[in-house]
């Protein structure tokens, strides 16, 4: 293996295909797409030079400001929440649960396969005021308050998407914190056990010590995702009402294929870039400092 490793003909014919594959479908798009940033125009009627006039534009369109405040608003609150209910769950399984977990853990993932629009129709019929009233309504009723329409104001619909997303997704990071947590030799546990650690205790000073590292490649993973969130978005709420619950990613869209302003589309699809690669950037430096610590 050292032999093979030490060889660069070796390296390129390994490493080639994947490179060439993931420049195609990842590299090559957004260096076009940046070049479309200095545009303007579309594919009907063609695209002209605007030097640096969609950037202008993007300091100074509100819309913006308000899909990146939701953006950022919703990524912190359902990465915290994501990775928060998995790792209980995680615990639960693990100290608790141990070995028949196994129909507790397919339950808990069973949201996860479930295709996003089919969750999104689920929950609008849980939350609905009319046609019909659904059963938070009528559990509100029932216990003498009013209904409330979730969907008829910004922030009651944007809770509404937290918990959607939160549940359809805490199954996945479960499962992931899971394997972080069955790799923790089980000497170290008894040890700790021995010595008078229990409980909380155990878990505070030893089981979370031991599982930063994956429970940090969690918080990554999780908040890229929700940073680039829009299919939940728009099988619930499709940015409403207004633009309340609008992100980035669905601005991006409508601008791009809506309006045909891909010169625009491309500068906000840049914008989010950033704004990813700078969040994985810091959650990543605090990740290896917590680590080293630790």
């Known amino acids: 293996m050292h032999r093979v490793l030490g060889d660069r003909r070796a390296i390129a014919i390994l490493l080639g295909p994947a490179l060439l594959v993931y420049s195609l479908i990842m590299l090559v798009p957004i260096v076009w797409s940046l070049g479309y940033s200095f545009t303007k125009g579309n594919t009907i ?17 509100p819309a913006v400001r308000d899909a990146l405040w939701f953006t950022l608003k919703y990524a912190a ?32 993932f069973f949201p996860v396969v479930l295709p996003t629009v089919a969750v999104g129709l689920l929950f ?23 209904s409330i329409d979730f969907f008829g104001s910004a922030g009651s619909a944007f809770w509404v998407l ?9 199954g996945f990071y479960a499962v992931l914190l899971f394997a972080g947590l069955v790799d923790i030799p089980d000497e170290v546990l008894e040890s700790a056990r ?43 709420t499709n940015g409403g009402p207004g633009n309340g619950t609008t992100p980035l990613t669905l601005y991006m869209f409508q601008t791009s294929f809506t309006y045909s302003d891909y010169g625009y589309g491309s500068t906000i699809a840049l914008l989010l870039t950033v704004v990813c690669l700078l969040v994985s950037l810091v959650v990543y ?9 630790g």
């Open 45 to 61: 009627d063609g695209f002209s030079g605007n030097g640096a006039a969609n950037f202008s534009r993007l300091f100074d369109d």
């Open 77 to 108: 609150i359902v990465t915290v929440g994501q990775v928060v209910a998995g790792y209980l769950l995680a615990l639960l399984y693990v100290f608790f649960l141990k070995k028949s977990s196994a129909l507790i853990r397919t339950l808990a």
């Open 124 to 146: 609008q019929k849980f939350f609905q005021v009319a046609p019909q009233t659904g059963p938070v309504n009528s559990l509100l009723n029932a216990v003498g308050l009013d």
């Open 162 to 170: 937290i918990v959607m997303d939160i549940w359809r997704s805490m």
């Open 194 to 236: 021995l010595d008078g650690a229990s409980g909380l205790r155990l878990i505070r000073h030893i089981v979370l010590p031991l599982s930063l590292p994956v429970l940090m490649s969690s918080l990554i993973f999780s908040i890229n995702g929700t940073l680039k969130v829009f299919d939940s978005v728009v099988a619930l």
């Open 285 to 293: 430096r605090v990740s290896q400092r917590d680590i080293t610590e």
